[in-house]
């Protein structure tokens, strides 16, 4: 029996979505019975972030989604904008600018993964902690521009705080249907999650929002609502450059039936950085996720799901 750990006597965190730009991913990218012609069939998403603020003032960021500056951008990634047509109206520091957070007061940087629409620009949190999972440096490599083909910037794993997480070194512990699971801030209220199978290092988030109510920042764990509710297949045969969407397509199916017994709890909201179902129905900065369970737009976000999937 899968079950959570209990939250009498933890304070939640204060948990807050940012809508740091958006992209285009084909169909065919992310289905396997998706639409050959990638220019044609192509789905607009968004590129969430979230802020995650503390009981003890620490305010942290759960990525940071995709950079205003596009000449930051690897060029092999850049080379696929035709297809993916990126647009930023606001990163974190424009949308965090307006207050009552200031960019200033952010703690740490916690990155899912170490891919470009998700690393922004670190270089404006130069006072932040940049952590990412287990294995990332060494998944990322020297990263671009150092080394000229690589489809990962060099910029982060370079940030003068730059920390990544050990498996040996950081306490790790099963939690819910997960194998492995690092509490954040020691108290029960913000753990990271071991996530594997889109690529080395990637994690996932779980936010105590409320008693008994909860919110998992699901990363890339998969790219689109669909997959989460089991009625496409996941590509395995075509990605950018040619390749899957993930290193490991069988460990990332693995995860993603985690997330499902996770989701089926009926205590926690799955927040994907690129389900396009959340625009215009969860709550963004300033406003929080928190008490999900009895609002309004939770209500409204279930009748879309349900007349879209029972279509």
């Known amino acids: 029996m899968v079950s959570l750990p209990s939250s009498n006597g933890v304070q939640p965190v204060r948990v807050h979505a940012l809508a740091t730009g958006q992209l285009h991913h084909p169909d065919r990218w992310l289905f396997e019975d998706g639409d050959e012609d ?9 590129d969430f972030s979230f ?22 951008v690897p060029e092999v990634i850049r080379s696929l904008f035709h297809v993916i047509s ?25 990155f899912s993964h170490l891919h470009f629409d998700h690393i922004g620009d670190c270089t404006k949190f ?16 020297e990263g671009w521009p150092v080394d000229p083909k690589s489809p990962f910037s060099s910029a982060l794993v370079q940030h003068p705080k730059y920390h990544e997480l050990s498996f040996e070194v950081e306490k790790w512990l099963p939690l819910g249907p997960f194998d492995r699971a690092y509490d954040f801030f020691g ?27 909860w919110v998992f920042l699901g990363g890339d764990c998969c790219h689109h609502r669909s997959l989460l509710v089991g009625n496409r297949p996941m590509s395995v045969t075509s ?38 179902f959340l625009v215009g129905t969860m709550p963004q900065y300033p406003d929080s996720l928190n008490g999900w369970s009895d609002k309004a737009w939770k209500k409204d976000l279930n009748s879309i799901l349900s007349q879209h999937y029972q279509s």
């Open 239 to 276: 990605g950018p450059m040619g390749r899957c969407f993930h290193k490991n397509p069988q460990v990332a199916g693995e995860t993603l039936e985690k997330i499902r017994t996770l989701e089926k709890l009926g205590k926690v909201f799955v927040a994907l950085a690129h389900d396009s």
């Open 51 to 72: 802020l995650i603020q503390h009981r003890s003032g620490k305010n942290i960021l759960f990525d940071l989604g995709l950079t205003k500056d596009f000449n930051l």
């Open 126 to 141: 130069p006072d932040a902690y940049m952590i990412a999972g287990p294995g990332s440096k060494d998944a990322n490599g």
């Open 86 to 110: 990126p647009t930023v109206a606001e990163d974190p520091t424009d949308i965090l600018s307006r207050g009552p957070v200031s960019p200033s007061s952010i703690h740490s940087v916690v």
């Open 187 to 213: 108290d029960g209220s913000f753990y990271l999650i071991d996530t594997p199978g889109h690529m080395p290092g990637h994690l996932g988030g779980l936010a105590l929002t409320g008693l008994d109510e």
């Open 38 to 46: 990638i220019m044609k069939a192509r789905h607009r998403y968004p």
